[in-house]
Each structure stands twice: as C-alpha cells, then as structure tokens.
C-alpha cells in the first residue's frame, strides 16, 4: 500500500482534442516567451485577426486555413530547444495530490444533528 502513495495522477495522451488543446497551450507559452521574436509572435496574432478582419474569399476553409497555417509557421520557426523545453514542461505537468486508497473500515463518519428551523 505504501508504493501507491508516492504515484502522481498524469493525464493521459492522445487524442484530438487533447492534442489540440496542447498546442494552443504551447503557442500561448511561447508568445509570452521573451526569447522567441517579436517579429514572429505576429505569425498568430496575424491569423488569429484574420478572423476579425473582412476577407475577400468565401467560405469558412480559408479561415481555417490560414490559422492552422500561422500557428504551424510560428511553432516551426520558433528555436527547436524552446518548443522542446516547453513541450516537455506541458507533458509532464502532474495533477497536484496524491494517490490515496481507501482502506476497509477506516471510512470517516461524521455526525451531525438536523435542525428545522420553524417559521
């Protein structure tokens, strides 16, 4: 019983929305890092205006289109150690707690009195 107090709870991986929702945490990580360019942070700030900003083409594709596209570029032309160092800090992020197992009999009873209160 005791080796099961020392694990921590990981999320598991996989998936498309859970990939999905890591990628944009790794874009907002590396937007508010101070050793990516500047100049580059306008890759998704540029698409993600792009949904603000009237087009020309039709339909809602080229919209997707054009974010997927900036958010890739920039995640691309960021410096490989910082995505690396990043994207390590997002998969082994730990949910804070401990495994505890309910042992037989040692449930916590707590008593109490009910009390209606009248008019």
């Not at 999320?11 to 500047?38: H, T, W």
């Not at 942070?41 to 596209?69: C, N, R, T």
């Amino acid at each position: 019983m005791s080796e099961k107090k020392d694990r921590k709870i990981i999320p598991s991986g996989g998936g498309f929305f859970n990939n999905m929702a890591q990628r944009i945490k790794l874009i907002f990580r590396l937007l508010g890092d101070n050793r990516v360019s500047p100049f580059l942070k306008l890759l998704p700030i540029g698409s993600a205006l792009y949904f603000v900003i009237p087009d020309l083409a039709l339909g809602p594709i080229d919209d997707v289109a054009v974010v997927w596209l900036g958010t890739y570029l920039f995640v691309e032309l960021c410096p490989p150690e910082i995505v690396e160092e990043h994207l390590a800090a997002l998969r082994n992020q730990a949910l804070p707690g401990e495994w505890h197992d309910s042992e037989p009999g040692q449930d916590e009873i707590i008593e109490g009195e009910f009390w209606e209160k009248k008019g």
